[in-house]
């Protein structure tokens, strides 16, 4: 009854919008059912942390909102995909958690080519997927001021404030460009990156020549970390898991 009524408050103080709170993680939820949105934005409200719900009437008014954390996207309509398409072209930092009725080996090969972080499938209990937000939050160490201080990629330990690479030997002199690319490595564990995203990551979106330039700078990082493993996807781009 409590959780009932305290839904129904949510409801009545137009529960699509962002919660209230600061400092906590942001998720933004995309599904279109509004009934199943609602209790699932209630659970995620109950760990602190602020939800936004929206349809995929209204999905565009919050990409241009502030980024979340994490998003949650329903992968059943085709609204979902194409969110995460539009997700991957301007801001591939976000993490994405793919909820679906049926899982299909069609959308989830898509769905791990679009940099999806995570599956979950439908029905699954509210505390699952608090668990699997728990370890995507996790994977990014404390800030200060707002900035990152350290990462973890298998045994190298990226260092933000000295913009410096540790390994089990010690540190690890390199380019401003190679650190780059580790960091987005860092920040997409286990996702498959393409060519074209890691070089907008790492050259910015100004850089017009051809993508071949990303093989060349995995190949000189490689042979600095000998023991950072790099999984080379063909014809596509490249893939690090954590």
Same mark, same amino acid.
């Given at each position: ?5 305290q839904m129904q408050d949510r409801e009545s103080k137009?529960?699509?919008? $962002? ?5 906590? /993680?942001?998720?933004?939820?995309? #599904?279109?059912?509004?009934?199943? +949105? ?7 409200? !109950? ?8 349809? /995929? ?11 979340? #954390? =994490? ?5 059943? @309509?085709?609204?979902?995909? !194409?969110?995460?398409?539009?997700? &991957?072209?301007?801001?591939?930092? =976000?993490?994405?958690?793919l909820t679906m009725a049926k899982e299909r080996v069609?959308? &989830?090969?898509?769905? *791990?080519? $679009? %940099?999806?972080? #995570?599956?979950?499938?439908? /029905? ?8 699997? $937000? ?8 404390? @800030? =200060? ?9 298998? +045994? ?7 913009? @410096?690479?540790? %390994?089990?030997?010690? /540190?690890?002199? $390199? ?7 580790? #960091? ?5 564990? %286990? ?14 979106? +100004?850089?017009?020549? +051809? ?21 080379? *996807?063909?014809?596509y781009g490249y893939r690090v898991n954590g």
């Amino acid at each position: 009854m409590e959780i009932q009524a305290q839904m129904q408050d949510r409801e009545s103080k137009n529960w699509w919008q $962002l919660s209230e709170g600061a400092g906590e /993680p942001r998720i933004n939820l995309l #599904d279109e059912d509004a009934a199943y +949105s609602q209790v699932v934005a209630y659970c995620l409200e !109950q760990e602190g942390w602020q939800v936004q719900c929206c349809s /995929p009437e209204t999905k565009e008014t919050w990409m241009q909102g502030d980024k979340p #954390d =994490v998003w949650v996207i329903d992968g059943d @309509s085709a609204e979902g995909f !194409q969110l995460m398409r539009e997700l &991957r072209r301007t801001e591939i930092t =976000v993490p994405v958690i793919l909820t679906m009725a049926k899982e299909r080996v069609l959308d &989830r090969v898509t769905a *791990l080519e $679009l %940099g999806c972080y #995570d599956l979950v499938l439908k /029905p699954f209990s509210p505390k699952e997927l608090v668990l699997r $937000l728990r370890r995507i939050l996790a994977s990014a160490k404390p @800030s =200060v001021n707002g900035k990152e201080m350290e990462r973890t990629l298998q +045994s190298y330990r990226l260092c933000y404030e000295e913009r @410096s690479v540790i %390994g089990n030997l010690g /540190p690890v002199d $390199l380019t401003n460009k190679e650190f780059a690319l580790l #960091d987005c490595f860092a920040k997409h564990k %286990g996702a498959a990156l393409s060519r074209e995203q890691i070089l907008h990551h790492v050259w910015g979106e +100004s850089y017009f020549g +051809s993508d071949r330039v990303v093989d060349d700078l995995v190949r000189r990082t490689r042979k600095k970390l000998y023991g950072l493993r790099v999984q080379t *996807l063909y014809g596509y781009g490249y893939r690090v898991n954590g």
